[in-house]
């Protein structure tokens, strides 16, 4: 370093950081979002993220291969000699899974039924983030009365029973009865509707912390525009958390569409396979004894709903360090390096504007929010942890 | 009686702690030892990562799973009967050991107060945990204490919750739960940090009378080499866990051996004491002009700002009716403590608060009702230093994209790669390697993180820089270095500065003049030298007289001094 | 230390909320006024937003100027926001309408089938909330270990599995194949004779049962409710568990648990007093919220066991395309729900200190 100086203000020569060995890149392959936490993942946690990603990954298959799994249409009523299927047949080698009241094959409705559901997942959730997020950027960043106003239409429809709302927008898009993918996009529209707010609140919430962080105020400062600002800060810093609420919402769009088809407000027969459907048909039968009808479709949701709820539920905990499964203290690998006790700490230094904008806002002093999802980033401990006050 | 020899309290011998982290295995202390004799405040001092907190902590095994331990500490009751090995420990022996023999006092006091039970009923419990049952001898126990920690009118307020106390008076009572259960040694971990200059003498004082009335112990932590002065008989010094030296206080301050400690000392700001900074040649750098004759950059007059209140509250008065000015490369210093309105006044110049009241002119733009595209133009010419170096940069963008921000808002340059040339030269300014461009912030330490922010805020050649506690998260030698480019570049590029800290030492060191403010208000308004060497306002000499100073022997006499000038005021 | 002599305080001081809660349960209240506002406007206009309810139900089945007359006659053919406001003013008089269908007023379905619906949403919750406490705080004593990984993959199988999944599998294995508990109904045809010598039926048949005061028929009752309560009750346990889990270990691993840690406090009291008061507060609010999707879960449910409820009315009425009572059951829902909430958010705040004082 270049600047000679007095006072003997020399302070200790620490070439810890010019060492750190940061042009050594993490592969490519591990930085991908999901392959990342599974290298972080532990013990149970780590059981519980490859089980789900096993689940979620055998139902898109099945759901991509469908017509080749499948011995039957999931309309088909009789084989290929034109002869009818009998109706309510037990598990045989003609129809492994048995037929239903109406004369369907069940496994083959089943398989059917999980290119249905991921369809229907994939129009809900793509819909949702992308009016959620627009929403939540623009409320959360402008404040005022359209936040108010926002805010307050999206609690009250978020406190409401998804499924009562779901069948609003069903009667409203196709007034109750389904057509062919006019069906499906019937479900995947009215489960957007229902899932909005959480997107909205979840990046609103999200906005409002980092506008008030030094980075978008020292952007503010500058004089950069409202759009670079949206742009370049908020929006990407704002939707890391996204990828947990999209898993979670997932599995709750299927929910949503089985409790639709239940109610009869689902996806006609004819139209598509729908596993909600399939299990109102087989109230009856399970009355008589009846169990393939309801067993099978009922397992596929159990089973997909599982799949895709315990990848978001892992990617929660690792999200959070406070649920996260610590590795156990092994053998030591590193040198003595910076710490603090607490490896999660936040930095101890009060930002006094903070203080001051906390006194403003409550004077009935500081609530410690509780917080269930965090910006924590699993990398970036381990960085700091390299480079943390070398000088 | 006691085992351990010298009849010392507690013994810790080569002490290794690591902790399992994502990258592996970290060693946070590597073979320390040192005694804790009876009766005597110990003073642990280091710089952040210096493991220092880790060693408190190890002390009564308040470790987190991941950490493994090797070495012993021994720790002998308060009777002397007894010898405990600590760190071989566990389950119910560890924890009536915890609190009786040795108990803990935090940094926070906000977060170490459970929210929803009452203050009394968390003294209670540690009395509780140690067997005490009796519900009118308990109260009373939880009465009495807080009595002697000073909480007045500690009958009624036994009853109130956490969140009905100041935070001065949030650290007495995490001290009162320490004292009550009456342990030989009390661990105080950085009690101070979180707290202002006046409320810190109070609870040093505090502190000392844990040693001199309940003859206990005290163990403190601290990075802060006034308070060291002001309270400790004995001095650990820690570096990157390790112990470089250790002796009394008089010998660590006035014939330090090791390098470190010296270079320690040497970096720590005193009043009275002018930053010089020579160029490469060795000569002195110095403004060319003279700030007074120069033209005024900022003018307030009367300036107000108001937060709204929430719920049907009344509105906060942040900043009330207060008028200054700043002159083209004058520094001028403004003090406070927390929630005097300091910053807020920092952010209305900056444009980030809105002026509710009075008049602001900041660089020839009236700022009250000021709309921003009026303002837009003006801003190439303001930088602004944030206080925290963890967050004053996007994690998701580079340190050039992130300096380069300013040039591409304001069309000097049209993208990152086409400003990439001068981002170099803007890092090697603030004297940091080139290379560094491609890093991402946390690949920075704190220090280099505020060096590359003084880079971007200095982008444009502003000519007026806002700088709001720049040095006030990190350790005194990082400090040092950088206050020393600061006061480089304010010579070089003759910028008009606002310079905001509640350090008094550090803004002596580069303000021409000084502001202090105090509830909104300012209550003193000159000459640094004057301010600082003939303080008129009772709260200015409160402020000066609470800082302690970085000698022992002069500390004595300046806490003779405030505890005169205390009496006087009251 | 010395013994001191103190004056024991009178305990009332502690009782006395501040002027500030009170602002709070106010403002609070009010919330409840905007709140269903929006809900019945949303659903006003959805439902009425591509038709009227008379073509929808009885289209096909009229000729179509017999259609137009009715439409008419129930003012169907005035512009929409006249019939919004017209819709309001009912509201405000507890008129939602008559149906379309048996022509009843949506009213007496309320009053008639609400009790129902209560009763096994009440049960429904005792289920939830003794399962997903109980479970949820061992599971977080036991925070990684086998039994933390068993419940925790129990409780996203209680979350996973359809409401009406469950009540069939319940039925198959309890009604039909092992035939010890009944597989439908709310009781036996023996006790709705007993029920109707009551001369004021509460419509609760808990309570109607003891009223009668004969045992036989208040074990019928609960052998009739066993079923679904359970499988609506451990529906929402699924999410109870994970709520009171993540919440305490939150708060186990906050500053003041160590602080108390760090004085000799046991890990049992700091796991059941100190972090668990604090961890209830966001566990109630949540909950509130739950309590009301329990609502939802009760229309599958009770269309699953034929429990004539509110939820089973409305896919009956949904069924019949009867949109005035599907509209004035979704109200009605949305007014419990807002209700609810409320009472939740007090019950918080009266848990948080910070709010009361």
Known sequence: MTAASTNNVTVPVDDRLDKLDIDKKTPLWRRIPIIKELHVAVGWQKGMLITGLVLTAFFLLVAIFAPMIAPYGYAQLKDSNGVSFPAQAAPSSEHVWGTTAGGYDVFSRVVWGARTAVIAIVVAVLLSIFAGVLLGLVSGYFGGWIDRVLVMVADAVYSFPSLLLAILMAIMISHGQSGLWSGIFASGISITVVYIPQYFRTIRAEVIRIKESAYVESARVVGASTWRIMTKHLFKNSTRTLPVILTLNSSEAILTLAGLGFLGFGIEPTAAAEWGYDLNRSVSDVTAGIWWTAVFPGIAIVLIVLGITLVGESLNDLADPRLRTRKSAGEVVGAIEDTSVDPNGKPGARNEVMAELAAARNPMGALDDPVTVTDYDPSFIASEWGSKEGE | ??????????????????????????????????????????????????????????????????????????????????????????????????????????????????????????????????????????????????????????????????????????????????????????????????????????????????????????????????????????????????????????????????????????????????????????????????????????????????????????????????????????????????????????????????????????????????????????????????????????????????????????GKYSSVADARHYVGDLLEMVQLPRAYMKRFPHELSGGQRQRASLARALALKPSLLIADEPTSALDVSVQAKVLELFKKLQVDIGFACLFITHDLAVVDMLADRIMVMHKGKIVEHGEADQIMQHPQNPYTQKLLASLPVPDPREQREHREHLHELLAAQQ | MTQSATVAQPKAKRNKLSSGFFR??????????????????????????????????????????????????????????????????????????????????????????????????????????????????????????????????????????????????????????????????????????????????????????????????????????????????????????????????????????????????????????????????????????????????????????????????????????????????????????????????????????????
């Open chain 2, 1 to 410: 009686m006691s085992e351990i020899g010298n009849g010392n309290l507690a013994e810790i011998k080569d002490l290794s702690v690591s902790f399992m982290t994502d990258a592996g295995s970290i060693k946070a202390i590597d073979g320390i030892s040192f005694e804790i004799p009876r009766k005597k405040v110990i003073g642990v001092v280091g710089e952040s990562g210096s493991g220092k907190s880790v060693t408190a902590r190890s002390i009564i095994k308040l470790l987190p799973e991941t950490a493994t331990t090797s070495g012993v500490i021994y720790l002998s009751n308060r009777a002397g009967s007894e010898k405990l090995d600590v760190l071989s420990l566990s389950g119910e022996q560890l924890r009536e050991m915890r609190g009786s023999e040795a108990a803990m006092v935090f940094q926070e006091p906000n977060s170490v107060l459970n929210p929803v039970y009452t203050i009394g009923w968390q003294i209670e419990e540690g009395l509780r945990a140690h067997g005490m049952k009796d519900k009118k001898e308990l109260r009373a126990k939880a009465v009495d204490i807080l009595k002697k920690v000073g909480i007045p009118d500690a009958e009624t307020r036994v009853d109130y919750y956490p969140h009905q106390f100041s935070g001065g008076q949030k650290q007495r009572i995490v001290i009162a739960m320490a004292l009550v259960l009456n342990p030989g040694l009390i661990l105080a971990d950085e009690p101070t940090t979180a707290l202002d200059v006046t409320v810190q003498a109070e609870i040093l004082d505090l502190l000392r009378l844990a040693r001199d009335e309940f003859n206990a112990s005290v163990l403190i932590i601290t990075h802060n080499m006034g308070v060291i002065a002001d309270i400790a008989d004995e001095v650990v010094v820690m570096y990157r866990g390790h112990v470089v030296e250790q002796g009394d206080v008089e010998q660590i301050f006035y014939s330090p051996k090791d390098d470190y400690t010296k270079r320690l000392l040497g970096a720590v700001p005193r009043i009275g004491q002018r930053l010089v900074v020579r160029d490469d040649e060795g000569k002195v750098i110095e403004r060319k002009k003279d700030w007074r004759e120069q033209p005024v950059a900022v003018e307030a007059k009367g300036l107000t700002i108001t937060y709204p209140g929430h719920l049907m509250q009344p509105d906060f008065t942040a900043v009330d009716g207060i008028d200054f000015t700043i002159h083209r490369s004058e520094v001028l210093g403004l003090v406070g403590e927390s929630g005097s309105g300091k910053s807020t006044t920092g952010r209305a110049i900056a444009g980030l608060q809105k002026v509710s009241g009075g008049s602001l002119n900041v660089l020839g733009i009236e700022m009250n009702g000021v709309r921003e595209r009026t303002f837009k133009p003006k801003r190439a010419d303001i930088g602004f230093v944030f206080q925290d170096p963890g967050s004053s940069f996007n994690p998701l963008m580079t340190i050039a994209e992130n300096v380069a921000e300013p040039l591409i808002v304001h």
């Open chain 3, 24 to 357: 709070f349960v106010l403002t609070r209240f009010l919330l409840i006024i905007p709140t269903v506002f929006i809900l019945v406007t949303i659903v006003f206009f959805v439902m009425r937003a591509t038709g009227d309810p008379i073509s929808a139900a009885l289209g096909g089945r009229l000729t179509p100027e017999e259609l137009q007359k009715r439409i008419h006659a129930a003012g169907y053919d005035r512009p929409l926001i006249v019939q919004y406001l017209d819709y309001l003013g009912g509201l405000l008089h507890g008129d939602l309408g008559t149906t379309l269908t048996d022509n009843q007023k949506v009213i007496t379905i309320l009053t008639r089938y609400g009790a129902a619906t209560f009763e096994l949403a009440f049960l429904a919750l005792i289920v939830a909330l003794v399962v997903g406490i109980g479970l949820g705080r061992i599971a977080a004593r036991r925070r990684d270990r086998a039994a933390d990984a068993g419940i925790r993959t129990f409780a996203i199988l209680c979350y996973a599995t359809p409401v009406f999944f469950l009540g069939l599998i319940l039925k198959l294995i309890f009604a039909i194949w092992l035939n010890v508990l009944p597989a439908s109904g709310r009781s036996s045809l023996g006790s709705e004779m007993e029920f109707s010598r009551l001369v004021s039926p509460t419509g609760f048949y808990i309570i109607d049962a003891l009223q009668l005061g004969d045992m036989n028929v208040l074990v019928d009752v609960l052998r009739h409710a066993v079923l679904p309560a359970l499988a609506l009750g451990l529906l929402t346990a699924g999410v109870f568990i994970r709520l009171v889990r993540t919440n305490v270990i939150s708060t186990y691993t906050s500053g003041y648990i160590e602080a108390a840690r760090s004085r000799g406090v046991s890990e049992k009291r700091l796991l059941n007093k100190h972090a668990w008061k604090p961890a209830l507060i966001p566990i109630i609010t949540v909950m509130g919220m739950q309590i009301a999707l329990m609502l939802a879960g009760a229309v599958l449910t009770e269309t699953t066991f034929e429990w004539k409820g509110l939820g089973f009315m409305l896919s009956q009425y949904l069924k019949a395309r009867d949109f005035v009572a599907v509209q004035g059951i979704v109200i009605l829902i949305a007014i419990i729900v807002a209700v609810v909430n409320f009472i939740v958010d007090v019950i918080a705040a009266l848990v948080d200190p910070r709010v009361r004082y």
